[in-house]
């Protein structure tokens, strides 16, 4: 299956679906799963690969939330890999993918 997918169909797990979709909420951005996590050809161990639409400092808050690999993913400061990569470009017409976006409703009524 191509396009997008919801996290079920990518058999991304109820406990990951809802980390992602808490940081996408706390950071007030979308947050698109792709890459084998999407494609639903994900290994116990592979790494998490998204595209985050917010800027640096949303980026940033929400890397921390997210759910990680145990191996690939970006190369941290000690030459070990992080389990994660994070993109901010556009997403590639017809990849699998999986949207998260923020539900800013919840926020906007406990402001009045």
């Known amino acids: 299956m191509r396009g997008v997918k919801t996290w079920q169909e990518a058999g991304i797990s109820p406990e990951d679906a ?8 706390r950071t007030k951005q979308t947050i698109i799963v792709v890459g084998s996590r999407a494609n639903g050809t994900s290994r116990l161990t592979s790494d998490w690969d998204y595209i ?3 800027n640096s400092r949303q980026r940033h808050s929400a890397r921390s939330s997210v759910p ?9 400061s000690l030459g070990r890999e992080t389990g994660i990569d994070i993109f901010t470009g556009s997403l590639i017409s017809g990849e699998p993918h999986v949207i ?3 539900e ?8 009045r």
């Open 18 to 25: 809802k980390r992602i979709q808490n940081a996408a909420n």
């Open 52 to 54: 985050m639409l917010g």
């Open 68 to 76: 990680r690999g145990t191996s690939g993913g970006e190369i941290n």
């Open 100 to 102: 998260f976006e923020p």
């Open 104 to 111: 800013l409703g919840e926020t906007n009524e406990s402001s």
